[in-house]
Nanobody, 126 residues
Framework: QVQLVESGGGLVQAGGSLRLSCAAS????????MGWFRQAPGKEREFVAGISRSGHWTAYADAVKGRFTISRDNAKNTVALQMNSLKPEDMAVYYCAADLNPSIGVRTSEPLYDLWGQGTQVTVSS
């Protein structure tokens, strides 16, 4: 049974940075496309960033392009989200997710992701 566990959330001032990490266990991490999603209070969960199995391709939501960077380490079974220049509107619960479909590309639709972590809270104060 594959498990995803996020860490690294917390409270940061606007303009600051945080680095989220997601550790996978129990599966073949290198065969999964990985994604980060977020859900703010009263809003639907939305795609933030995704990375291909090799790490060669990435995709970002327009709202975070140029500020967030997704990366992965297949040897360590981890995926990270470096978040810079944080804004109050980035405040949300952030989820790590795995897409088990063997397609090459990074998919951005939430229903296509098969496995989810429990989420980690990111709070940005203005």
């Amino acid at each position: 049974q594959v498990q995803l566990v996020e860490s690294g959330g917390g409270l940061v001032q606007a303009g600051g940075s945080l680095r989220l990490s997601c550790a996978a266990s129990g599966g073949t991490f290198g065969s999964y496309v990985m994604g980060w999603f977020r859900q703010a209070p009263g809003k639907e969960r939305e795609f933030v960033a995704g990375i291909s199995r090799s790490g060669h391709w990435t995709a970002y939501a327009d709202a975070v392009k140029g500020r967030f960077t997704i990366s992965r380490d297949n040897a360590k079974n981890t995926v990270a989200l470096q978040m810079n220049s944080l804004k109050p509107e980035d405040m949300a619960v952030y989820y790590c997710a795995a897409d088990l479909n063997p397609s090459i590309g990074v998919r951005t639709s939430e229903p296509l992701y098969d496995l989810w972590g429990q989420g980690t809270q990111v709070t940005v104060s203005s």
